[in-house]
């Protein structure tokens, strides 16, 4: 499981920051537009500093001290977490450092799509896909609302790309369509991905689609 964790963000880390964003269809340039405003604001806000900030609102070394284990108490110097349900785990050990509600059923939304991920990353390590192999569009995948990358029907682009769609722009369609190019349906997919997930002990996990699109509050994961 440890293994899984750390394979799959060192993964998903080297394709958001060492790949470009290729987004295919005819949202390219506007993604294109999004993406170089976001770059300048990131790189405006790096560099500025708050004048009014005082010598005594600087971090204090002791506020990054690690949180120790508890259930949503907060240790001395930690801090606050607005989130619902949070878990903190040191990965080359499992430790968990900080949890918060961990068991709580919660709707997962595009979180779902990085079970997706883990068995596009399987058929790829078993040789069942290729980064090169072209993957068709249906008129299923096209149709997903939410976050997309506007595929058109019988569009072909390749693994890797679809990849990217998934990785950076959170591309319902694209999840879509690798589910569909691996399975045969989407339904086939998720039938695997629930299997999947219990194999890693996901008790509090129940998928319903692929992309987290599916407004029911039967699709649910835990932190």
Known sequence: MKR???????????LSMLMPAVVPGKAQSRYAEW????GSEAEQMSGETDPEQTD?????????????????TRPAGAPEITAQSAVLMEASTGTILYEKNAEEALRPASITKIMTLILIFDALESGAITLEEPVTTSAHAKSMGGSQVFLEEGEVQTVETLIKCIVIASGNDAAVAMAEHIAGSEEAFVTQMNMRAKALGMTE??????????????????A
């Open 4 to 14: 899984l964790i750390k394979k799959t963000a060192g993964i998903l880390l080297s």
């Open 56 to 72: 005594s609102e600087q971090t204090d070394p002791e506020q990054t001290e690690t949180a120790q284990p508890s259930n949503g």
């Open 205 to 222: 996990t129940v998928f319903e689609d692929c992309c987290g699109l599916t407004d029911s509050a039967t699709h649910v994961s835990s």
């Open 35 to 38: 993406n170089h405003a976001a």
